[in-house]
């Protein structure tokens, strides 16, 4: 069974820092172009990240370029987000995505 | 940013029926390769997005033929025949021809 499962959320104070993980399973992960989008809550979907299969070619959104890093690691089939310099308006359900499959999501919370 | 406009923000349908949703990009999704890069996708109440569409017209694996797509470069339309209650919840385009990838807003689906 293809399947994608986050962790690492949780809840963390403004300026903190947060380590995503995405284990990928069911699929040669190695082949494979990987994506953070988030959902803040009750809103619609919004891209964060892209990372190329072999990692050469790395994109992000302007809101959270120089603050976060997607990077992966193919022999672990897992993907990561490193978020720092955390803001209120990153409070999000953080999906790890190859745009076909989708994990369950994975909730941060930004909040003093 | 290519910004992409769907409408309407909510429709309500039916069972048996058929339903239309319509996305407009502010710019050609048409790649020099001859694909078109929109893609559908349903968010089903509680769940995480699910593909339905890829590259304008193609069917997802598992997703029943009553659903469709069709477009131009800048125009998309989703169709669903035969709207059934497990076809409830919020259908959002988007397009991945370039970084930053975007979404529509979504439009959600319910029942009369």
């Known amino acids: 069974e293809v399947q994608l499962v986050e962790s690492g959320g949780g809840l963390v104070q403004p300026g903190r820092s947060l380590k995503l993980s995405c284990l990928a399973s069911g699929f040669t992960f190695s082949n494979y172009g990987m994506n953070w989008i988030r959902q803040a809550p009750g809103k619609g979907l919004e891209w964060v990240a892209s990372i190329s299969s072999s990692s050469s070619y790395i994109y992000y959104a302007d809101t959270v370029k120089g603050r976060f890093t997607i990077s992966r690691d193919n022999a672990k089939n897992t993907l990561y987000l490193q978020m720092t310099s955390l803001r209120s308006e990153d409070t999000a359900l953080y999906y790890c995505?190859?745009?076909?499959?989708w994990g369950q999501g994975v909730m941060v919370t930004v909040s003093s | 940013d290519i910004v992409m406009t769907q409408a309407p923000l909510s429709v309500s349908v039916t069972p048996g029926e058929s339903a239309s949703i319509s996305c407009r990009s502010s710019?050609?999704?048409?790649?020099?390769?001859?694909?078109?890069?929109v893609y559908w996708y349903l968010q089903k109440p509680g769940k995480s997005p699910q593909l339905l569409i890829y590259?304008?017209?193609n069917l997802a694996s598992g997703v029943p033929d009553r659903f469709s797509g069709s477009g131009s470069e800048t125009d998309f339309t989703l169709k669903i025949s035969r709207v059934e209650a497990e076809d409830v919840g919020i259908y959002y385009c988007?397009?991945?021809?370039?970084?930053?990838?975007?979404f529509g807003a979504g439009t959600k689906l319910e029942l009369k």
């Open positions: 710019k050609s999704l048409l790649h020099s390769n001859g694909i078109t890069y």
């Open positions: 988007g397009q991945l021809l370039e970084n930053p990838y975007t």
């Open positions: 995505t190859t745009v076909a499959v």
């Open positions: 590259r304008m017209s």
